[in-house]
């Protein structure tokens, strides 16, 4: 089953079971594969790769978000938006432990020689291939630095 078949059916338990900040949640990340895969170039269906990632930047996002309203004292606001994390969170594989991503990114600066920060993008490019939406993007960053600083 694809990522927007399994959209679209939990779109609907979500409409029978009148989840309203889930289906808000579940329509936002059908809006965002549905336009992916409208936009020019794209092929008929979004590859699982490709929906992890749409889905990774909408919890970004939205985490984003939360962190205004908490600091702008909306509890309201704030709590949607991390109760539409939450939902969103279940469509990602399971995230890598920290001493998994550690050995990953060793093996990277091993496998460039990298020695200095100047050698840092070397090092995420590889790393972002082998881990592909199992760790966050700014988590890879600071270990990364913290290894080669």
């Known amino acids: 089953m694809s990522?927007?078949?399994k959209i679209n059916n939990d779109i609907?338990?979500?409409?029978?079971?009148?989840?309203?900040?889930?289906?808000?949640?579940?329509?936002?990340?059908?809006?965002e594969l549905l336009l992916e895969q409208t936009s020019s170039g794209a092929s008929e269906t979004i590859s699982e790769e490709k929906g992890i990632?749409?889905?990774?930047?909408l919890i970004k996002q939205r985490k984003d978000s939360a962190e205004i309203y908490k600091t702008e004292n909306r509890t309201d606001l704030?709590?949607?938006e991390v109760g539409?994390?939450?939902f969103l969170e279940v469509y990602l594989p399971e995230q890598m432990s920290d001493e998994e991503l550690t050995a990953i990114i060793q093996a990277a600066i091993d496998e460039t020689a990298a020695s200095s920060m100047?050698?840092?993008?070397k090092v995420m490019g590889i790393v972002n291939k082998k881990v592909a939406g199992k760790a966050e993007g700014k988590i890879i960053a600071q270990k990364v630095k913290s290894l080669l600083g």
């Open 3 to 5: 990522l927007l078949e």
């Open 84 to 86: 539409e994390i939450e």
């Open 78 to 80: 704030y709590e949607k």
């Open 12 to 31: 609907k338990l979500a409409m029978k079971a009148r989840q309203a900040e889930r289906l808000s949640a579940l329509r936002a990340v059908k809006s």
């Open 53 to 57: 990632k749409i889905i990774q930047k």
């Open 118 to 121: 100047k050698d840092m993008g």
